[in-house]
């Protein structure tokens, strides 16, 4: 199964967030809803979790260091 990216760092966030999850993506639809409601004042919903498995990027994606993050969509 490839591993994929949901990356903080791509969005605007009051608090800057700088967190980066890859893995498969199963587990990283989960972390990164858990992530949203508990870092991110995000209701963990089905909505929001097909929200976060439409942005997943490639693991390729990654790049190491600073991202300039876009306001978050929706
Ligand atoms: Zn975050």
Redo the contacts with the bound molecule.
């Keep these: 199964m490839d591993r994929v990216m949901a990356d903080?760092r791509r969005f605007e966030?009051d608090s800057n967030?700088q967190?980066t999850i890859i893995g498969p993506e199963d587990d990283v639809v989960a972390a990164a809803a858990q992530?949203a409601a508990a870092?991110?004042g995000h209701e963990d919903t089905r909505e929001l979790r097909e929200q976060l498995r439409a942005m997943l990027e490639p693991e390729s994606a990654y790049a190491p260091g600073e991202r300039t993050p876009v306001p978050f969509p929706g």
């Design positions: 903080c966030s967030c967190l992530h870092s991110h």
